[in-house]
């Protein structure tokens, strides 16, 4: 009986190399080959061939085709045939918008600084560095705005000395430039104010942080000034126990005071007279006139205990007497006070918010509000 296997002489031996595979040698050589002819060929000869080619080439091992210019080109000039080529994703239709189609209330920019000018009361100018935040409502259709017009608005204007008017003109423009029914800007700044001590005859600079902003909404404008100012508060409590310690005991004790800030929100009523900083300003010091020092000496030093002990307040007092200041002007319209005791006796802060008309009434506080009122100097 024979049995076949099923392989007969001419029955390819599957452990034996295949003749039709070139071996290492042979692969070598066409390699070699193929980079002697990259070397003197044309980058269009390489890519009809094959764009991976390129890699064969020394130094070019992590290239990618198409073979791309690493210089700057400086003498490249942008003309306007070329810009209408550039893509525009911003201004691209609403099937690239990412998420829901629902309006956002304020885009922009934050924290875009100038060296703007300004008037002050006694009639000269002063030159400061400013923050400006430029937002404006996007409709839940529209993908997104061209941030940069923004700044492009406010320099047409920035060589001007600023004033509601001129932060108006500049608002015109961007609502104009990114077609949106609502938009508001924001300039913080630092204002410098010379303050002259309490009993010593030295004076110095003291600085008020302030914000301008100006808000369209539906056709309706508001001017809105912000001050954040920064006095000393003795607590009345703690007065009257330190009192009571010495009259009762002999005891010499001292009554807690600290560091505290106000924030002054008011909405300046159209049409009215200016209400220049200085007029905030001042009416902070009457409401509270323990004003922190800028320059002391001994004698400032007993005045500034001696004033604190006169006008002892709380933090409740504190927003009444400055809603009282804020109240006596007609050029101010609805306002806001917030104040911040940051406490010496406590590790936490007593905080108080006071509104005057709808135009500050919020049912929801910031949870990073009163943090945001710690001086800094």
Known sequence: MNIHSGETDNTPDRDAPD????????ASEALELLRRWAASATSIEIAQLDPAVARLLPGREMGNYPDLCRHYPEDFKSDEAYRATLPDLQNGPASLIRGARQQIQHVGI????LPIRFHTRDGSDLTLETSITGTVSLEGEKKGINMSRIMRSFYKHADRTFSFEVMAAALDDYLVDLDSPDARIQMRFSFPARVSSLRSGLSGYQYYDITLELVDHDGLREKIIHLDYVYSSTCPCSLELSEHA???????????SQRSVARLSVQVKPDGDC????????????????????????????????LNAANPIFVEDAARLFCEALQSDPRIGDFRVLASHQESLHSHDAVSVLTSGPSFVSRSLDPQLFSSLIHRG
């Not at 003749?19 to 042979?26: M, W």
């Not at 934050?110 to 600084?113: A, D, I, K, L």
């Not at 010495?246 to 807690?256: I, K, M, N």
Request: proline letters at 5%; one cysteine or more; charged letters at 35%.
């Open 19 to 26: 003749r039709d595979t070139p071996d290492r040698d042979a």
């Open 110 to 113: 934050s924290n875009f600084r």
């Open 246 to 256: 010495r009259s009762t005991r002999g005891q010499l004790a001292t009554p807690h």
């Open 275 to 306: 209400l220049w900083f200085e007029d905030l300003i001042d009416h902070c010091r009457r409401a509270v006139p323990t004003e922190t020092q800028v320059m002391v000496k001994r004698e400032d030093e007993q005045a500034f205990a001696e």
